[in-house]
């Protein structure tokens, strides 16, 4: 007995471990949908479609003086390496980042090589969206909170 025993340890030991993804576009869909946040005279908006084809596109525009101030294009894509979070903001280089955590209805990302933010979130709440940003500026730990409410995509 304890010969088989020793023996099955043995071949589970013996087994390469295999990678797996932490999460896949389907556990992302809780984003599909528009979502809404104003504070301070400033509209933030992110739209997202639902996923298909390995990917969620997403739009944010972000809406002061009843001008765009700032708008991203946003990706999250089934990679080889990983579900990964791909934006493009206004004025700024391409950033990528990949899913480290995920539970029902919340999923995290993180680039620690990028400058702000090196960690973005997002946690679903019944309609409501709430989005994080956070990282450091100048070693000086800095976040950014995004209460976003669930709207009807077509006014």
């Known amino acids: 007995m304890a ?22 576009t389907v556990d992302v869909a809780f984003l599909t ?23 969620l596109l997403g739009i944010s525009r972000t809406v002061a003086g009843g001008k765009v101030a700032e708008f991203e294009f946003l990706q999250i894509r089934d990679l080889p390496s990983g579900l990964t979070y791909i934006a493009k903001p206004s004025g700024q280089p391409e ?12 999923i995290v990302f993180e680039n620690p090589k990028h400058d702000f933010p090196q960690k973005i979130s997002y946690r679903l709440d019944g ?10 500026i100048n070693v000086k730990p800095r976040s950014i909170d995004f209460p976003f409410s669930r709207v009807n995509c077509v006014p």
């Open 95 to 106: 950033a990528s980042f990949t899913a480290t955590s995920k539970a029902s209805g919340e």
């Open 33 to 55: 949908g528009c979502w809404k946040y104003e504070r301070g005279g400033r509209l933030v908006e992110e739209h997202w479609m639902a996923p298909s084809g390995g990917s």
């Open 3 to 24: 010969r088989v025993f020793v023996m099955a340890l043995v071949g589970v030991l013996s087994t390469p471990v295999m990678c797996h993804q932490v999460a896949t």
């Open 127 to 136: 309609d409501a969206l709430a989005a994080r940003v956070e990282g450091t």
